[in-house]
Structures are given as C-alpha cells and as structure tokens.
C-alpha cells in the first residue's frame, strides 16, 4: 500500500498513533502522526498529503456516518486521527502559503453548555480546509458579532442542544442581518430543524457534521 493510501486507511479508521488502542487491531502499529512524519521525511508534497490523504479520507469518514456505518465515537476518533496529522503540516502549510477555502467562526449558543457536537463540526470543517474559529460554548451575540467583524467574508455556525437555547439564536441572525459584513449564518443541532432555520433567516441548516461540511461550501458558493 503506498504511504498515502496507508494514511488515508488509518485516518478512516482513526488509529492516531502507534500508542493508541483503537481500534484494537492496529494497536502498535504506525498511525496518522507517525506516517504523515514518514511522508514529510520522503519530501512528499505538503499540498498532496493534506488532500489526497487527510482531507478525501474525512469525505470517506462523513459518508459512512451518514450510511449508518460508523457512529459518532468512530468518527471521533477518525477526526481526531486527522487532527494529529493535520498538526504536523501546519508550519509547512504557512511557508508554502497555502489559503484555507474559507473561515467560519462556530460556538455553542448562549445558555447552552454542550460542545460535543460543536467539536466534531469544528474538526469536519477543519479536515475540509476551512480556518476554524472556535468561540466555544454559551456564546453571546455580542461575542459572534465582535469574531465577525474581525473576520470580513465568513460564516457563522451556531448549535444549540436544549429547545429554550435557540430563540437566542435569532439575536445573532438579526445582528448579522442588520450588519453591512457580508456574514453568512448556519444553524444545527438535536432540536434545530430546517423549518426552524427558515424561520429565523438563517442561511443554511445541518443535520449533522458531514451536512454542515457540505452547507458551508454551499452557502460561499465552492
């Protein structure tokens, strides 16, 4: 198997690094961290391990989420397998310069203290070449507003786990709305729905962390 498919391989199947114990088959063995060392070691382009083998596999890793092939702590692992390998390129991606396709600012809605699912979008969007600006959780309107204006172009992606948090969100769509930024909003989360994100304004709405991938390069037109 060449050093990229192999990559690829232990991303999919989340296997960090050779300490880590998942899954079980491949404990011992070389994982992400370790191959991406190798690539880098061999001269390997930094553009072709990032997209051949970091970013295409997490497309594998979001479509067998959706099929009902993985679950969550699967795609967990998976994400944090393309984190560890993504860490190792970034001072290489800085000299070369290369431009993520878009930044997009997320948190946790305010009142509301859940992140897991907030986590796992981050680490989606960040494995399909989006800048990651993670506010964190319980976030006010006035705390997006101001990641915002710092960042002229960008989206804004808000989740929300309990039902009374998400009429907070339509503080920050309103904010946005009535801004001359240019700022885009997507919305997701166990309670939120489609309808729910039409009726506030939103942009876009996810189901879950593979749709908001696919919503955000929507919503910037890629």
């Known amino acids: 198997m060449k050093l990229i498919d192999k990559i690829k391989?232990?991303?999919?199947?989340?296997?960090i690094n050779a300490n880590s114990r998942f899954p079980k088959d491949l404990t011992g063995k070389e994982g992400v961290e370790e191959l991406v060392q190798k690539a880098i070691d061999e001269k390997i382009s930094v553009g072709k391990i990032l997209n051949e083998a970091l970013i295409s596999?997490?497309?594998?890793?979001?479509?067998?989420?959706e099929t009902g092939e993985i679950f969550v702590p699967e795609m967990l692992f998976s994400a944090k397998a393309m984190k560890s390998g993504l860490a190792l390129l970034k001072p290489f991606l800085i000299k070369e310069n290369q431009k993520s396709i878009g930044t997009i600012i997320i948190g946790?809605?305010?009142?509301?203290?859940?992140?897991i699912g907030k986590?796992?979008?981050?680490?989606?969007?960040?494995?399909?070449?989006?800048e990651v600006i993670d506010l964190g959780v319980d976030i006010t309107k006035e705390k997006f507003m101001d990641a915002a204006e710092k960042n002229p172009g960008s989206i804004?992606?808000?989740?929300?786990?309990?039902?009374?948090?998400?009429k907070n969100m339509k503080e920050v769509v309103d904010a946005v709305k009535a801004s001359d930024l240019g700022t885009k909003?997507?919305?997701g989360g166990a309670?939120?729905?489609?309808?729910?994100s039409n009726e506030i304004g939103a942009d876009g709405y996810a189901l879950n962390a593979n749709q908001a991938v696919r919503v955000a390069k929507a919503v910037m037109g890629i």
Request: glycine content about 12%; proline content about 2%.
């Open 9 to 15: 391989d232990r991303v999919i199947r989340g296997h």
């Open 57 to 65: 596999s997490m497309s594998v890793v979001g479509d067998k989420y």
């Open 108 to 115: 946790t809605i305010k009142g509301d203290m859940h992140d």
């Open 119 to 130: 986590n796992l979008v981050g680490m989606m969007l960040e494995g399909a070449g989006f």
């Open 156 to 166: 804004i992606g808000m989740s929300a786990l309990l039902t009374v948090t998400m």
């Open 185 to 187: 909003v997507i919305i």
């Open 191 to 196: 309670p939120v729905s489609e309808a729910f």
